[in-house]
């Protein structure tokens, strides 16, 4: 089966990222298929590469990263909630003169319509936020 | 249908708007936080037990362990991991989260 | 349920109150995206999400973007279905009349103007809710 997840809360203040990553990596270890991961409102916050966790506590940032670089999953943040919330990726830091860009690794800024199309593409969208 | 959880009965109306609105036959998980509205002899308990007559209640068990309340969740609740989580999921056409 | 390769049923629930979270917001701004992707669209506003649709919201004393015309425009966006949990707004001490009036214009019927707000039962929700492919929350 096909699964769209998609994501609505940033990481540590809320258990959402961490029950979508339990999730998704219990479906893809059941043999399922993930078709994206779709991160909006504060859950763009999960793509941020400057997180520094403390080394006893989980990293939920790198965590997704190797997940996504394990598995060659999609993992998507939406670009406006991105622009909102300073999640730059190189071409937005060039488009609006940022100083740097954030996006870690194996996370893409992309639209809304990727959320959409995955609505559209999954056998199942499974909504995890606050 | 699939309904999910994940705040306790007593922070928000997530789980009494579920119960309304849910059909016999649906299956409730609940998770995260939502696992509070397991937990037997609270102000819910009834509400929660009266929906074990017509449908499937959950709670996620990492979640109530977590809370230690694993051990205190009403008769008929069944306990799922993620992998069982997964199955709810494929199992059931429709997945409704009361955010 | 739709068959595979058919339109899929899309159904937003709102059920949190605007400005005091940006949910309100950002939901609509999926809705106005997906619009274009001519699914079969449905909107849900029950518990607090009922809020959202009160008329003559005046922002400007917090300083934040009034969206309130946003909704209006749904019906030009072929988005007009929008259900309304009645219990809610009666426990909110709400009507319809505190609502903004909704509409749409049918192209099958000469562009008749219609209303766009269905005020819905619980029983009635429980029923939408099974109807569906994809089920957004904020």
Request: a negative charge.
């Amino acid at each position: 089966m096909k699964f769209g997840i998609m994501v609505n809360e940033g990481p540590y203040t809320h258990q959402a990222s961490d029950s979508a990553y339990f999730f998704t990596k219990a479906a893809l270890d059941k043999g399922h298929e993930i078709f994206r991961v779709f991160f909006y409102h504060d859950g763009v916050q999960n793509g941020t590469d400057f997180t520094t966790p403390p080394q006893d506590d989980r990293n939920v940032v790198k965590r997704w990263s190797e997940l996504a670089q394990e598995h060659d999953l999609d993992l998507v943040l939406c670009v406006a909630a991105a622009q909102r919330r300073g999640l730059v990726d190189e071409d937005e830091q060039k488009r609006h003169g940022k100083d740097g860009h954030n996006v870690a690794p194996g996370f893409r800024i992309s639209g809304l319509g990727q959320l959409i199309e995955a609505g559209i593409q999954a056998d199942r969208l499974v909504v995890f936020g606050d | 249908m699939l309904h999910i959880v994940n705040k306790s009965p007593f922070t928000t109306t997530s789980l009494e708007s579920c119960l309304r609105v849910s059909k016999p036959g649906a299956t409730i998980l609940l998770i995260e936080d939502g696992v509070y509205g397991a937990l037997d002899g609270s102000r819910v308990s009834d509400t929660v037990r009266a929906a074990l007559a017509d449908r499937t209640v959950c709670v996620l068990g990492v979640d109530a362990a977590a809370r230690g309340i694993e051990g205190k969740v009403l008769d008929g609740i069944d306990v799922v991991d993620y992998d069982g989580f997964v199955d709810l999921v494929a199992a059931n056409d429709g997945v409704q989260s009361w955010l | 349920m739709s068959e595979a390769g058919a339109t899929k049923k899309f159904l937003y629930i709102n059920r949190k109150a605007p400005y005091g979270t940006i949910y309100a917001w950002e939901s609509l701004e999926v809705v106005l995206i997906g619009a274009a992707f001519e699914q079969d669209v449905s909107l849900l506003f029950m518990d607090d999400g009922v809020y959202q649709l009160i008329k003559g919201m005046d922002t400007k004393g917090i300083g934040m973007k009034n969206f309130s015309a946003t909704y209006s425009a749904l019906g030009d966006y072929d988005v007009n279905k929008i259900y309304v949990d009645q219990d809610a707004l009666a426990e909110r001490g709400l009507t319809l009349e505190d609502l903004q009036h909704l509409v749409w214009e049918d192209e099958n019927e000469d562009w008749a103007e219609k209303d766009s707000i269905r005020l819905v039962s619980r029983d009635e929700i429980a029923g939408l809710l099974e109807e569906q492919d994809v089920i957004f929350n904020f």
